[in-house]
């Protein structure tokens, strides 16, 4: 018997996937800033492989090509005569551009520049990694395992299919020939992809020694502290890239959601403005003004910012906006406008949790108890991360008598944001009722 064992659960600060709210440093409480389902803050910029939809399957992750098929080539004009070697990349009308099952990889593989222009191809248009890692395995034989280039490529196939070591092999083989910021960056992506992100700002700042101040590489560093709820070193690094960087928008935003949720909306309106001034225009950010210009009691402005947010919005962005405008409707005492404003996001978006639960406080604050009821228990099931509803369903079957119902939502509010003190405070006073029950 073997009397070692592997710890299951990572060390505080040692993983994206365990990260508790509220307990970075630096970061402010739940109650104060949304948290996504994973328990990481709502940043304030939208990354590529965030918010993005992912494909339905395996097959269709690794065949989906991401551009159209009706690619032509250039000069299929001038090309009169086709010769019989290279019948496999003749373009036929209702065909694809080059047929990937006639080509013989170890014929191009031999040539060197023709081998990356058709490695490129097969694997950015076509999305055919099997075949682009094919390519890629016999060239890098043919060059005698020399060229970091296709060492590089080689991870790149290899993360795409899921088999990160693999990846981590080629990618630290490929430093080895040559320092690239690239090869840092997608290194650093595979331990992100482990689970690994303090081996990440590791392989970051190892990239950071060789090119210094080097805005992509500080760039990583700050998302990956901003997902593990560091917002002191998130910050830092951001106001690093901005020292190098000044028009760098993903660091203005991020910078500025952070001021907003630690109660500086004066100082977030700043870095707002500074975006609309560099030419960013668009729904997000003028519902960001519209916000920062009400908590800064700028009232005048908060209502025309959030008119241009709507006449910017699209479909997916115009709940958000009218949920926004119906916080203001409550800052401001009008119950009607909040409850209409609350009624469109439903409309424009039926899996709105936080909206179903102020329509439940609105309900409740009526007297219509049923309806109440259904909209906590609606928002509720649609987050099971966010601790409002549980709470507000806790305290409503407190009111009606249902001790049992109240008991098991409360513990539910306090698992998901174990410090708030009203869900404790209900549940404090349930234990003392049941044990004189």
């Known amino acids: 018997m073997d009397d070692n064992a592997i710890a299951q659960i990572a060390r505080p600060g040692t993983s994206l996937k365990m990260v508790k709210p509220g307990t970075g440093q630096g970061a402010p409480s739940q109650a104060m800033r949304p948290m996504s389902q994973s328990g990481r803050p709502l940043s304030g910029f939208v990354r590529p492989g965030t918010q993005s939809g992912r494909p339905g399957t395996m097959d269709q992750a690794i065949r989906t090509p991401r551009t159209a098929h009706t690619a032509r080539p250039v000069t299929s004009a001038s090309g009169r005569y086709v010769r019989l070697g290279t019948a496999s990349m003749l373009s036929t009308p209702d065909g694809p551009f080059i047929n990937l099952a006639r080509l013989n990889f170890s014929k191009y593989a031999q040539r060197p520049n023709l081998a990356k222009a058709l490695f490129e191809y097969i694997f950015h248009h076509e999305n055919d990694v099997r075949h682009a890692l094919e390519l890629a395995a016999l060239a890098t034989e043919a060059c005698q395992y020399k060229d970091w280039w296709w060492k590089v490529q080689l991870g790149k196939c290899y993360y795409r299919l899921g088999l990160y070591r693999e990846a981590e092999k080629q990618f630290k083989s490929a430093l080895k020939h040559q320092d690239i910021i690239d090869t840092y960056l997608y290194l650093a992506k595979v ?23 080097s805005v992509p590489l500080l760039t990583g560093i700050a998302r990956i502290y901003e997902g593990l709820n560091d917002m002191t070193n998130a910050t830092k690094f951001y106001k690093d890239i901005l020292t190098q960087d000044s028009m760098h928008v993903e660091a203005i935003a991020c910078i500025a959601t952070h001021h907003f949720y630690t109660d500086q909306p004066e100082v977030a309106l700043k870095f707002y403005r500074r975006l609309l001034q560099m030419g960013v225009y668009n729904a997000e950010l003028f519902n960001n003004l519209g916000l920062c210009c009400f908590y800064a009691q700028q009232y005048d402005m908060a209502l025309t910012c959030f008119d241009r947010a709507l006449s910017l919005s699209t479909e997916e962005t115009l709940s958000e906006v009218w949920y926004n405008i119906g916080h203001v409707a409550l800052g401001i005492g009008d119950m009607n406008l909040a409850y209409q404003s609350f009624r469109l996001t439903l409309s424009y978006n039926n899996n709105h949790a936080e909206a179903y639960n102020n329509l439940g406080v609105l309900e409740l604050r009526k007297g219509h108890v049923e309806q109440a009821r259904a909209f906590f228990q609606a928002s509720s099931a649609l987050a099971s991360h966010m601790f409002e509803p549980h709470y507000n369903f806790s305290q409503l079957a407190d009111q009606i008598g249902d001790m049992q119902s109240s008991f098991s939502s409360a513990k539910k509010s306090l698992e998901a ?20 029950i």
């Open 191 to 213: 331990y992100v992809r482990l689970d690994q992100p303090l081996t990440a700002v590791d392989v970051y700042k190892q990239g950071l020694d060789k090119f210094p101040n």
């Open 417 to 436: 944001f174990p410090d708030h003190a009203d869900s404790k405070d209900i549940l404090k006073q349930l234990k003392a009722q049941f044990s004189i």
